[in-house]
């Protein structure tokens, strides 16, 4: 059990499809059925067994999150969820936004999940703002582990060395 919440969260630069973790988060679209950008690397990473589990499934609201098996994937879950199109603010974004982390987080729970990683959900394709996105990211994490005791690692997982500066800027302020 470890209850020292910072040395929990962690930031990395890295294609979250080459991580060996218990989950990886997707930043699916409602269909599951596959996309570009993270997305896109995780399907063709995990293998065609992926897009037919997600198949099963049968989609998923935007702020909702399902989970897979890795197959090809090192890591050994996919936990799918669907981020909000920016559109400005005012329509009900950082809502669902926040709702992705938190049923995200809820679902490595079910699935004694220790160690997970996000990436930036709807900061690409979905033009979601960055350090606002990353903010809402961190608020929802550090909230989730004050309240458990079994997830050990928590990445944040950047596909650039700014996007990782943002996140280690909001992690280093506290908020
Ligand atoms: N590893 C880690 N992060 C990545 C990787 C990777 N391999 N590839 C991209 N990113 P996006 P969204 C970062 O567009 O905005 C898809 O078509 C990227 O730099 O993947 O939620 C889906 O099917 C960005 O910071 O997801 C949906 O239709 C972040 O991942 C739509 O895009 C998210 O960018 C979802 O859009």
């Given at each position: 059990m470890n209850t020292n919440n910072s040395s929990r969260v962690t930031t990395k630069e890295a294609d979250i499809t080459t991580l060996k973790l218990d989950a990886i988060v997707n930043a699916a679209n409602?269909?599951?059925?596959g996309g570009g950008g993270v997305d896109g690397a995780i399907h063709s990473a995990a293998g065609p067994e992926l897009l037919e589990s997600c198949k099963k499934i049968g989609g998923c609201l935007t702020g909702e999150a399902r989970i897979t098996p890795g197959f090809?994937?090192?890591?050994r879950f996919v936990i799918h969820t669907v981020g909000p199109v920016w559109h400005?603010?005012?329509?009900?974004e950082p809502e669902l936004l926040a709702s992705c982390y938190r049923n995200s987080l809820a679902l490595a729970r079910q699935h004694q999940v220790r160690s997970i990683g996000f990436p930036s959900?709807?900061?690409?394709?979905?033009?979601?703002?960055k350090k606002e996105a990353a903010r809402i990211a961190v608020r929802e994490v550090k909230h989730f582990l004050e309240n458990d005791s079994e997830l050990e690692t928590v990445q944040f997982v950047c596909f650039s060395k700014t996007d990782r500066e943002i996140y280690q800027e909001i992690l280093e302020q506290g908020i």
């Open positions: 409602e269909t599951l059925l090809r994937l090192p890591s400005g603010g005012n329509d009900s959900i709807s900061t690409g394709v979905y033009r979601y703002p």
